[in-house]
């Protein structure tokens, strides 16, 4: 990792990061950063949040913006604000005066950037307005099947984002700290909410008024088994495990990404603390294998192992739990991978597919317990990374007749139905990875029970 110390300038941290990606790639480049779309009339449009490629190397969240990048030089292209924005959306700073801002000499208006574009490589953004333009000012066809320079410049910016400097970690400390008061205010309010709706509400105003936002659809939910659940529309009964997936992003982009698991009555059952212990046993097995130069994959694996473990003890499973993670047994209550890349978005990169993701020359298992692992790269110093193993329930799986049949000698079905008050649950931390070891970004939110317990305080009713 490139240290950058966390009190440098935003200049001279997107300068760095310019003049990192100059030594990388010897071409030129084009970085738009995107634009809102309209939800029923032009003027009533989604909230904005621009490219992360753009911001990395920009630090500001234009919009309708583009950069070109050459050599670690960088020209702004953006347009005036027109005399209706001013109305009513208030003054903003000249162009002239962002450009200064990010370290640009020059600031031309959008219309000039053809001109500078010849040969610039870029990478796709997601919104269509901006998609046209770029296939029209680079005069091609720009898809997510990236190719040639297009492909070079997406691993350059890999190369640089996989580890992050230490301007970055300041912002991601930042958003790692108002996510676990976020999830301290959840416990705290589900003495006395009476829908997920309350409980989110809860969570999500701590990140607004830390002038945050949720860096995806905050999942709080009492079906953690349905794993992205974005409905809160539940009661919440006293039996009930809450699964809370809430995670803030701060102004300047950088996410957290944090998942806690806790009892609606304050108390656990005895079921609910079984299979608790297990994942919680995972989690931190996983956390306490990982050094630089250890394989994710093999971080996974472990995770799949000691659930396994745990759940034979539980007598959920039968067999050696070596075996059992070789025919994927475990992914009959743990399907996907044990977590991703953090960064400027919540799942880091993914918008370049697996490229990011994925170390060169590998790709995704079919295997049914390694599908869904999203990295399978070494750890490298400086990167973060989620930790989150899980147990679920989940109908679609345990009820598919093909799967039944396969695992039919090694589930005890019967055992299972014990556990029917534990339909999800999942535990996730921010891991650092260090010189040493680790530093748990998020290690101020307890994942011990007693701890969690204490958070919640129990309901009146
Ligand atoms: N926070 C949701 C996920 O990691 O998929
Ligand atoms: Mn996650």
Redesign the pocket.
């Known amino acids: 990792m490139q240290a950058l110390d966390g009190t440098m300038t935003l200049i001279e941290t997107v300068r760095s990061r310019r003049q990192r990606l100059a030594e990388l790639i010897d071409f030129p480049v084009v970085l738009w950063s995107g634009s809102t779309s309209s939800r029923n009339f032009p003027a009533n449009t989604f909230p904005f949040r621009a490219s992360s490629h753009f911001l990395y190397f920009a630090g500001l969240p234009l919009e309708n913006a583009a950069i070109q990048l050459e050599h670690g030089k960088i020209t702004l292209f953006m347009d005036q604000p027109s005399p209706a924005s001013a109305l009513w959306h208030g003054e903003s700073a000249t162009p002239e005066a962002i450009a200064e801002m990010m370290g640009a000499d020059v600031v031309y208006p959008l219309s000039e950037l053809q001109t500078f574009a010849a040969g610039c490589a870029t990478i796709p953004v997601q919104d269509a307005r901006t998609s046209q333009q770029q296939t029209q000012v680079l005069n091609r066809v720009i898809t997510n099947e990236l190719q040639g320079r297009d492909r070079e410049l997406a691993e350059a910016i890999i190369t640089l984002r996989l580890t992050h400097d230490g301007a970055a970690l300041v912002e991601l400390r930042k958003a790692a700290a108002i996510s676990v008061q976020a999830h301290k205010a959840g416990m705290a309010a589900t003495r006395t909410a009476k829908t997920e709706a309350d409980v989110r509400a809860a969570m999500e105003a701590v990140m607004i008024a830390h002038n945050a936002t949720p860096a995806?659809s905050s999942?709080v939910t009492v079906h953690g088994e349905v794993l992205?659940n974005d409905r809160y529309h539940h009661p919440l009964h006293a039996g009930d495990l809450l699964l809370a997936?809430v995670?803030a992003e701060v102004g300047s982009g950088w996410a957290a990404?944090i998942t806690r698991t806790w009892a609606v009555s304050g108390k656990f059952s005895p079921t609910q603390r079984a299979i608790y212990e297990v994942v919680l046993a995972s989690h931190d097995a996983c956390i306490a294998a990982m050094y630089p130069g250890v394989e994710y994959r093999d971080i996974h694996l472990l995770a799949c192992r000691v659930i396994a473990e745990g759940l034979v003890d539980l007598g959920i499973l039968q067999g050696e739990p070596a075996d059992l993670v070789d025919m994927d047994a475990h992914a009959l209550f743990f399907p996907h991978g044990v977590g991703?890349l953090l960064g400027l978005d919540?799942?880091d990169m993914e918008d370049l597919g697996d490229v990011a993701g994925y170390a060169t020359g590998r790709t995704r298992s079919d295997r049914f317990g390694l599908g869904y692992l999203r990295l399978d790269r070494p750890l490298q110093v400086g990167m973060l990374v989620?930790i989150?193993p899980g147990f679920y329930q989940v109908p679609a799986i345990l009820n598919d007749p093909s799967r039944r049949e396969k695992y039919r000698n090694v589930v005890n079905w019967e055992r299972l139905t014990d556990f029917s008050d534990v339909r999800g649950i999942r535990i996730e931390d921010d891991v650092l990875i260090t010189e040493t070891g680790t530093d748990v970004l998020t290690q101020d939110l307890p994942t011990a029970i007693a701890d969690i317990e204490l958070l919640i305080q129990p309901r009146n009713t």
């Open positions: 995806y999942i992205h997936d995670g990404d991703h919540v799942h989620t989150e």
